[in-house]
């Protein structure tokens, strides 16, 4: 069964967030950038309105922002985030710099958080990447889009290609999503792809990604995932 990540910018989205059924509630600004981070003292806070919900609740996620594959400022800024009690913080892998040098750097951090490294469909992303990933403990990974005016991922990739990332990783015990301007029509093609979760932003805001969050547009994201839950 494919999971349901929603993308929130404040705590009253991370409740409408989890009210609407989503299984991973990710903490991103999509006002700073296509991977912004949330500022820290929010951060704190939302961790603790994650803490006060009962179980089961929805996994909690973060991202690190949009940042140069430099070790030292990626393993700071997700050091940041998992200090305060992010369960999983997601990195994304953004062209040039040094990206095995940052997997090393993030290895002693995998002992305490589940790291998930996203690759950019439109900014040259190297799958061949995988098996240090793999190698380096990260948890998961993804693939999202960078420009979120550049017409979503299935326009960067095509579905075979998103299939075989899946594959791959999965074979190398890795958790696997697959985001980048989604809309629900794209929630049949993907789910037959076998991703662990799909993530969400834009097609749960009215109007665009940096607004409101939708309550009835996560409900109809959650309907269109249920629907695809195979027959027991
Ligand atoms: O991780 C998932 C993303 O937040 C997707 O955002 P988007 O749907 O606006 O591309």
Do not use: H, N
Not at 36 to 46: F, H, R, S, T
Not at 115 to 135: H, N, Q, S, T
Not at 182 to 189: A, F, I, R, S, T
Not at 206 to 230: E, N, Y
């Amino acid at each position: 069964m494919t999971g349901f990540l929603a993308s929130v910018a404040t705590l009253d989205e991370m409740e409408a967030a989890r009210a609407g059924g989503a299984d991973i509630v990710d903490l991103k600004d999509p006002a700073r950038g296509a991977l912004g981070a949330w500022e820290i003292k929010a951060l704190q806070e939302a961790v603790s309105l994650w803490w006060s919900w009962g179980e089961p609740k929805p996994m909690l996620s973060a991202t690190i922002g949009d940042r140069p594959m430099d070790p030292e400022d990626v393993a700071a800024a997700v050091e940041r985030v998992a200090s305060k009690g992010v369960p999983m913080v997601k990195i994304g892998l953004f062209p040039g710099g040094d990206p095995l040098a940052c997997f090393q750097a993030l290895l002693p951090l995998t002992e305490r958080t589940r790291l998930i490294a996203v690759f950019l469909a439109d900014a040259e992303p190297d799958f061949d990447l995988l098996p240090e990933l793999a190698g380096c403990g990260f948890a998961g990974v993804m693939i999202d889009t960078a420009d979120k005016t550049s017409g979503g991922l299935r326009k960067q990739i095509d579905d075979g290609a998103a299939g075989e990332f899946v594959r791959r990783a999965r074979a190398l015990g890795l958790m696997t999503g697959l985001a980048g301007s989604l809309k629900l029509e794209d929630v049949g093609p993907l789910t037959a792809l076998g991703p662990d979760y799909l993530g969400f932003r834009g097609a749960l805001c009215s109007g665009v990604r940096t607004g409101r969050m939708s309550p009835q547009a996560v409900a109809r994201i959650r309907s269109a995932l249920d629907a695809r839950r195979p027959a027991a």
